[in-house]
């Protein structure tokens, strides 16, 4: 008796599909279809951020609160590109701390064999 072993390779679905079609061309397949899933993806995922820009100035204005909804659009995008920009810093200095970590245990061994 076999095994069909299933083999998976995490990566963003849009290059999935890419790659999916890519192996297709190479088996001389053409789709008839054509998608660009980086359009859709990024459609989608601004259609997700103005619904939540939206429920939040509405929660806001539920509570009273006299707020400017372009004012506030424009404090939460710079809300998201400080976030973002933080975690992509504070990975960085992760994956720096984990070299040097490393390098240092390295160095360690390496003294220890002499």
């Not at 390779?9 to 190479?26: E, G, Q, R, T, Y």
């Not at 995008?77 to 490393?102: K, M, W």
Request: net charge negative; hydrophobic share 35%.
């Amino acid at each position: 008796m076999t095994e069909d072993k299933k083999f998976e390779i995490n990566m963003p679905k849009s290059l999935a599909f890419k790659a999916k079609f890519d192996v297709d061309k190479m088996n001389g397949y053409v789709s008839p279809i054509s998608l660009d899933y980086e359009t859709i993806v990024d459609t989608f995922a601004k259609a997700v951020s103005d619904d939540f820009d939206n429920a939040v100035f509405m929660a806001i204005s539920k509570a009273d609160i006299k707020v400017d909804k372009d004012e506030l659009i424009r404090a939460l995008n710079y809300d998201r590109d400080s976030y973002s920009t933080g975690y992509d810093n504070g990975f960085r200095n992760g994956i720096r701390a984990v070299i040097e970590t490393l390098t240092e245990a390295l160095d360690d061994e390496d003294e220890d064999d002499d």
